[in-house]
């Protein structure tokens, strides 16, 4: 069984601070992991994907996500906050079956930006 | 490419009564998935095909959710009879075999029931 843990359901910061979202995941099997962003009444939109190449992932909109087996852990950063950001942020674990893929998400990271 | 599509964007039912959802994925895309987003919750699969065969419907409560995905495109979502928890937006998803299991999502079917 896989599954993920989101660490703070909402999450504030000053426009130009630095966003942090944390997520743990839980795998038997090397894990294939994804972050979304939800804005509001639309669709989740894929940020960026670790599939097992390199630990340092970037994404869209100057996102980035650093898989650390070590830790169980696939953190997303962004180094300045912009207000477009504001959204709500989802960690997923996949079984990595290609042709098969089943998604477990987190109860997401409510991000608010401060003017 | 045109993406997922789904409709009506938003529904108000009272309980007990019935209502469908439907999703046209992307053109090619094999597989396709249905979740439900209950508010403050993360999407929860309910059922996976691939092209129009079942894959996964283990989380699906099937004495009163039903789907079907006629000729491998399009796909239907049945909720009847509702009731207040089911409550939620319904995404729908599709992927490609070769998709690296990047799934595209739909804007959602908001649903209240009440």
């Known amino acids: 069984a896989q599954s993920v843990t989101q660490l703070g359901s909402h999450v504030s910061v000053s426009e130009g601070a630095l966003v942090l979202l944390r997520c743990n995941y839980s795998?038997?099997?090397?894990?294939?992991l994804f972050w979304y962003v939800q804005y509001p009444n639309q669709g989740l939109q894929l940020l960026l994907k670790?599939?097992?190449?390199?630990?340092l992932v970037k994404g869209i909109n100057g996102f980035e996500a650093e898989f650390k087996k070590s830790e169980t852990s696939f953190h997303l950063t962004k180094p300045s906050a912009h207000m477009s950001d504001a959204a709500e942020y989802f960690c997923a674990v996949s079984n990595g079956n290609f042709g098969n893929e089943k998604l477990t998400f987190g109860t997401g990271t409510r991000l608010t930006i401060i003017p | 490419e045109a993406g997922v599509a789904q409709s009506p964007r938003y529904k108000i039912i009272e309980k007990r009564q019935s209502v469908a959802f439907w999703c046209n994925p992307i053109s090619g895309h094999a597989t396709l998935y249905w979740y439900q987003q209950i508010l403050g919750q993360g999407p929860k699969l309910l059922i996976q095909?691939?092209?129009?065969?079942?894959?996964?419907d283990s989380q699906l409560p099937k004495d009163r959710f039903s789907a079907e995905r006629l000729k491998g495109v399009d796909s239907t979502l049945k909720i009847q009879p509702a009731k207040l928890e089911d409550s939620a937006v319904y995404l729908c998803?599709?992927?490609?075999?070769?998709?690296?299991?990047?799934?595209?999502f739909g804007a959602g079917s908001r649903l209240t029931v009440l």
């Open positions: 095909f691939q092209n129009n065969g079942v894959v996964d």
């Open positions: 795998s038997s099997v090397p894990p294939y």
């Open positions: 670790y599939t097992s190449a390199a630990t």
């Open positions: 998803a599709s992927s490609d075999i070769s998709g690296a299991n990047v799934l595209t």
